[in-house]
């Protein structure tokens, strides 16, 4: 089961926990991506491909940020953190869930605040 999304091409598959940048079919694991450094490779690893544009690099770093929130799991305050393999897979696993409450706290935050200025703090 692949989720697309729109990461400027990237595209990740839940089942096998892999980004796949489609015009060049290239596959990157990120099931091994657990510590902050694995990261930073696979990063600078793509950034040396010649077909790799700056939209690419862009896609796949608000990707990586996506599925593993690095800042929190991997590398908070400059701290070394590493994800267990279960941890990493249940992260980028929970995509879904993450977004879909991002979107309802927007959504409360537009009825809130559509009658004028509202002073509003998180229950």
């Known amino acids: 089961m692949t989720t697309r999304k729109n990461w400027n091409g990237w595209n990740f598959d839940r089942r096998t926990l892999e980004l796949i940048w489609p015009p060049r079919g290239y596959v990157v694991d990120v099931e091994p991506m657990t510590t902050s450094a694995a990261v930073l490779d696979m990063v600078v690893q793509v950034g040396k491909k010649t077909w790799a544009t700056d939209a690419c690099l862009a896609g796949l770093v608000r990707a990586l940020n996506a599925l593993l929130v690095p800042q929190a799991n991997l590398c908070s305050c400059g701290a ?28 409360e935050w537009r009825r809130k605040t559509s009658g004028g200025l509202v002073i509003w703090a998180p229950k």
């Open 80 to 107: 070394h953190k590493t994800m267990t393999p279960t941890a990493l897979a249940a992260t980028a696993r929970g995509l879904a869930k993450r977004e879909k409450a991002r979107a309802a706290m927007a959504s």
